[in-house]
């Protein structure tokens, strides 16, 4: 234990707790560009919260506003990172193992910021949904906004 | 398609652009008890959160004061949820399938809340966080409000 201080204890400790859910990633394997790594680890959290929604607007889950507006949340935290922040120069499909960045991030960083305001758009109107009916007429909003996107910025599987 | 409205189509659109993500759950199985099952999804968002907080306090992916922010307001926002709403009287362990719930959670409710205050303080204080060493101070604190609930609210594996 003598080469961990105290702080590294305490990162390695909350970081097993959470070991179970952790093995469970969409990713078999973590890229090693840590820009990268860090944009599918933030599209994890965006799908995790997309499945609350989903699960509640199918009932599969009890309606829980507060829950909704976590999730919902959640998404339109993320959305208001700078994209410029974590799609970084040479980090494009092929440039960057894993990703699966197209070049037009880059050649067109005003459409690229505004399908994020997209997100955030869709995503506030679902914090506000106090019913059923007011979440299930979000989600068609919120789903194109993800799809948009992906069709224009996101490259083949890899 | 005559039996599904648009919007139900819209939501079925948005559930399956996440497909992929989802089917990579750490439960195999969703609980039949819709509160069970939120609560599950519930965590799952804040494990993931933690996977983002955690691999930038070890240096994995780059650090990213958006994305921190981001990932510890999620949290703090579920941290927010009233807990009456998710663990409702009924499902605790043994009565809800796959709960693991003790019944302190219902003898104890003051106690309980208490944890979900302490979460909500330990992540409003990474929210705030600007640099590494901020952020690696801030885990600890975080990781100890999750244990602590953990050890006195959350019974053995099923």
Redesign the interface.
């Known amino acids: 234990m003598k080469a961990f201080t ?3 204890f ?2 390695a ?3 097993a ?2 070991a ?7 990713h078999a394997t ?1 890229s090693s560009n ?2 990268v ?2 944009r599918h ?5 965006v ?16 309606f ?1 506003a ?2 909704v ?3 919902a ?2 998404i339109n ?2 959305a ?3 994209p410029t ?2 799609w970084t120069e040479g980090t494009e499909q092929g440039a960057a193992d894993l990703s699966r960045a197209k070049t037009e991030i880059w050649s067109d960083p005003a459409g690229f910021a505004q399908k994020f305001e997209d997100m955030a758009t869709a995503s506030a109107v679902l914090m506000g949904a106090e019913d059923l009916d007011a979440l ?2 979000g ?2 909003p ?3 906004a ?2 948009a996107c ?1 069709e224009s910025y996101r490259g083949p599987k890899n």
Not at 20 to 26: D, E, L, Q, R
Not at 47 to 59: E, Q, R, V
């Open positions: 105290k702080s590294h305490a990162i400790s909350a970081a707790l959470f179970t859910a952790s093995v469970a990633s969409s973590k840590a820009d790594a860090a680890m933030m599209m994890e959290v799908a995790k919260n997309m499945g609350i929604l989903g699960s509640t607007a199918k009932g599969e889950i009890a829980n507060g829950l507006q976590s999730a949340g959640g935290m993320l208001k990172i700078d922040s974590l299930r007429a989600m068609g919120l789903g194109g993800c799809k992906h």
